[in-house]
């Protein structure tokens, strides 16, 4: 499963119910220094139930940001945890999608190349159980060039050299996997983000899934594109070797072409399905587009996800592709399509989640062929290290500082009668969401009080004072800027007992001392626009629902670059 947000306790025991085999999370990389503690939570509680704990990293200031020395900050820390958080069988999913249009590590081919190997090469030299995926997006619509602000691999933009891997002269499908892959001993797993988004683009109507969707199979086993999910199984992972067009060439000074004409050494790695879902627009927001007119004829959400997990789980799956292991459904619920909200979820809605794991225990699924308990740990890779191997290089020795794992889980009932050492200067600002036209709600202070725990919320802007708070810068440097931002009563924007999960209402506090829970990492989107984002957690501050209305609450969430997540800091007098 992978999961955005709230702890993996609170994840299994909510929604849930089963401990999966593998639980997925999310992170920046290079990991920030106040986000390890809660990866060291992440990894304790998934590796004492069992599981296996993969860990999307995701290098948002660009693969040049991929340094040997965070690789071995990465490395040192997953020696911590193999040793001493249960044993943790961990699986580092590097710049996922890198094939895509949509990030800004995308379609840079020899980078992500050099960039992949060097990630790879420290996590196998100091770890034990470490594993690698390389998980590119499906190859279907490749280079993905509809409004997607990285396809570097488009229109010219590139070394043909570089993104035309089968040497036809043209970039298209054909070429969607080879120029990204950095070799095979680098690669332990060969992942794959495969969605259903709807049945034409743009994306976002709902409908049920055509048969075969999964595998890019038409009923007479033609394929529905060049590069579909099958496609990458047999360049990847089955015993045989598919043999394309053209002549192979070397892509760099290592032998990275993938392609055997002598099929006697296939990669034959394991697959994992990095991310799945169906989508289902909820056309919360703006029912009127393109996507949600005449909705009230569209299959039910739980008709789509059925016929979407019968894919994926069916018993025509696993026979047709055996080496297919792991599988990690999306389990998210956030804004996507033109503002609306798409549930990709199987664990909101109870009566689905229940069909969805009666299905896994049925024949139609083999009868428990795919299992709740996790694979072994003979199924982690190729070629997997049983213990540290004594004489063997130490890991390195300098870890990143992290705060302290256990928070205090009580808060002061009153105020405190120590201010803080730094008292706020500067000019007053209101913070107004960026989602709603016009500019013309404001985050408010309410209650009117002198009261710790007073709610913040989106209220009609009027002027005044709860609407006004100051800016205490707390860091800052060329790439970093920390604030807290403070009311006119002197107390702080607060995340409750420094919760770590989705949906935590903020709130007004007294200010504490270095008090991660009431910082904020500022971070500008443009236009004099940025997004806050607490310290404690490295989530966003957020609209909940992304609601127009007064008194919607102001909360956390995990960041994905919505306008609801965005605010203009106006600066008043």
């Known amino acids: 499963m992978a999961f955005e947000g709230i702890g993996v306790t609170d994840y299994i025991n909510q929604r849930l119910g089963r401990v999966p085999g593998s639980i997925m999370t999310f992170t920046a ?104 995926m390389w998980s590119p997006n499906n190859g279907c619509g490749y280079p993905y060039q509809n409004g997607q602000a990285y396809s570097r691999c488009s229109w010219g933009n590139r070394d043909m050299s570089e993104c035309d891997a089968n040497g036809d002269g043209v970039v298209d499908e054909g070429d969607a996997y080879i120029p990204y892959y950095p070799g095979n001993g680098y690669v332990d797993w060969v992942g794959v983000s495969v969605y259903h988004m709807g049945d034409k683009y743009p994306w976002g109507r709902n409908t049920i899934p055509a048969a075969g969707t999964f595998a890019g199979l038409n009923p ?61 627009n909820v056309c919360d927001r703006i029912p009127k587009i393109q996507q949600c007119i005449d909705y009230s004829g569209w299959p039910s959400e739980f008709q789509i996800k059925q016929a979407w997990w019968q894919q994926l789980f069916g018993a025509e799956t696993s026979l047709r592709y055996p080496r297919i292991k792991l599988i990690h459904w999306f389990d998210v619920r956030k804004i996507e399509v033109e503002g609306n909200t798409v549930d990709w979820t199987i664990t909101l809605n109870r009566g689905i989640r229940d069909a969805f794991i009666a299905y896994l225990a049925s024949p139609a699924a083999r009868s428990g062929y795919w299992r709740f308990t996790p694979v072994s740990n003979a199924n982690l890779a190729n070629n997997i290290c049983t213990d540290y191997v004594p004489g063997s290089t130490p890991p390195p020795t300098v870890i990143p500082t992290v705060r302290p794992t256990v928070q205090p889980t009580v808060q002061p009932t009153v105020q405190p009668t120590v201010q803080p050492t730094v008292q706020p200067t500067g000019d007053w600002y209101e913070l107004r969401p960026t989602h709603i036209a016009g500019l013309t709600k404001c985050v408010t202070a309410v209650g ?126």
């Open 448 to 573: 009117g009080g002198w009261n710790n725990g007073d709610k913040i919320q989106q209220i009609t802007c009027n002027g005044g004072a709860a609407q006004r708070f100051r800016m205490l810068t707390i860091f800052k440097d060329t790439s970093r800027h920390v604030i807290s931002l403070i009311d006119n009563k002197g107390r702080c924007i607060d995340v409750p007992k420094w919760a770590g999960w989705n949906g935590a209402k903020l709130q007004m506090w007294a200010c504490g001392h270095d008090q991660t829970n009431q910082q904020f990492l500022l971070q500008s989107t443009g236009n004099d626009h940025f997004t806050l984002r607490p310290t404690n957690s490295y989530k966003c501050m957020d609209v909940t629902d992304a609601a127009t209305w007064d008194g919607s609450a102001i909360q956390q969430w995990t960041c994905y670059r919505a306008s609801n997540q965005q605010f203009q800091l106006r600066r008043v007098k």
């Open 29 to 132: 990389f290079p990991i920030p220094d106040w986000n390890w503690g809660w990866m060291d939570t992440f990894m304790r509680e998934c590796a004492e139930r069992g599981m296996i704990c993969t860990i999307t990293l995701e290098p948002f200031n660009g693969l040049d940001s991929i340094t040997e020395a965070s690789a071995r900050a990465l490395a040192a820390r997953v020696v911590q945890w193999e040793k001493h958080a249960a044993g943790a069988k961990v699986i580092l999913r590097l710049a996922h999608e890198m094939n895509g249009g949509w990030y800004v590590w995308s379609q840079q081919p020899a980078l992500y190349r050099e960039k992949f190997r060097l990630v790879a090469r420290i996590i196998h030299q100091f770890t034990c159980r470490a594993t690698m």
């Open 220 to 280: 007479d086993g033609t394929q529905q594109c060049r590069s579909p999910l099958h496609t990458l199984y047999r360049l990847f992972s089955s015993d045989s070797t598919w043999i394309t067009s053209g002549t192979p060439r070397a892509m760099d000074a290592t032998p990275a072409y993938v392609l055997k004409v002598d099929a006697s050494s296939p990669p034959r790695k394991l697959m994992n399905i990095g991310e799945t879902s169906a989508l289902y």
